[in-house]
């Protein structure tokens, strides 16, 4: 990973978006809402989608705020842009299903938890994919630790990280897909980017995930929704410590870890995606049948 500076001195004009997002109906009550990472895209998304809803899940994959905009736009987001779209996706499901479960790739994992606390009852259960509170993974850059400093000055405009190998992927096959497309993509080009994520990272939008962990982690203590975490040991970019700190913060009485052993941070499409699949069906399925015996508890009383 190397930081690339950048200015951009032709007009920058709003493209059409690449998609809004994938929703697959099932004939349930059940929905899940899967939110792709900071900077992807619902793509990434879509093997898990699939497998839900053949589980009799309804999956609704928007896509954020500006993703799909030239990233000269995209990189003016704020996390509450992001948040806003995680937020109005759930009020409308919650309007049209009985159950709703949320799960969020790696920034958005923190979206959906603070979705379980504003929406405290009503978020049926929550899995946190690869959760970023910070970059301490394997792959990480040694001089992360200056990007504060870059976040007070004008520079933060103009800077960019572009990634390399291996990208979060651990599988090769589709490392090397992302690498083709990677490796020679410019600031500017959205031709994969519906397919890929934004080659280039806004160092702005590093910043705003700064600021969005620090009014996260201090309201993890007001969550009691049920709370999955699933995370790959040789996470590259952020290590097993995130989902720790999560798990030892909130108070919700079903939480677990799920730790994977052949993946890297995007879980959702690594070599493990069935079995990250299964693990959330299984847990989104219990807590759907601990709601019906309880029920019936009730009924039978």
């Given amino acids: 990973m190397s930081i690339v500076f950048y200015v951009n001195n032709k007009k920058t004009v709003s493209a059409a978006a690449p998609d809004n997002g994938l929703f697959l109906k099932a004939d349930s009550q059940r ?11 619902p793509n990434e998304m879509r093997f898990l989608a ?11 994959c928007p896509r954020l705020a500006y993703h799909g905009e030239p990233v000269e736009i995209l990189k003016n987001a704020r996390w509450q842009d992001f948040y806003a779209t995680v937020r109005e996706t759930f009020i ?18 923190l979206l959906i938890l603070l979705l379980a606390e504003e929406f405290e009852g009503k978020v049926a259960g929550v899995s946190c994919l690869s959760p970023t509170l910070f970059y301490d993974g394997w792959n990480t850059p040694w001089y992360k630790c200056f990007l504060p400093l870059a976040y007070l000055t004008p520079l933060k405009h103009f800077l960019y990280f572009k990634e390399s190998p291996p990208y979060g992927i651990k ?15 410019r600031v500017d080009d959205l031709s994969g980017v519906s397919q890929y994520g934004y080659p280039l990272f806004p160092v702005t939008l590093l910043e ?13 203590g007001n969550i ?3 709370v999955q975490l699933i995370q790959a040991k040789e996470d590259d970019m ?7 700190l999560i798990y030892d913060r909130i108070k919700s009485k079903e939480k677990e870890i799920v730790l994977l052993n052949n993946s890297y941070h995007v879980i959702t499409a690594d070599q493990e995606r069935q079995k990250v699949a299964q693990e959330m069906e299984r847990f989104f399925n219990g807590i759907a049948n601990a709601k019906g015996a309880a029920h019936e508890r009730y009924q039978t009383a």
């Fill in 31 to 41: 929905a899940v809402i899967l939110v792709h990472g900071l900077t992807g895209t």
């Fill in 50 to 60: 699939g497998s839900l809803n053949r589980g009799g899940y309804s999956v609704i």
């Fill in 92 to 109: 409308k499901a919650q309007g049209e299903y009985r159950e709703v479960y949320l799960a969020g790739l790696s920034m958005s994992a």
């Fill in 171 to 185: 599988n090769e096959r589709l490392r090397a897909l992302v690498h083709e497309y990677f490796g020679k993509a």
């Fill in 208 to 220: 705003q995930l700064n600021i969005l962990v620090k009014y996260t982690v201090p309201r993890l």
């Fill in 224 to 226: 009691h929704t049920p």
């Fill in 238 to 244: 952020t290590s097993v410590k995130n989902s720790q």
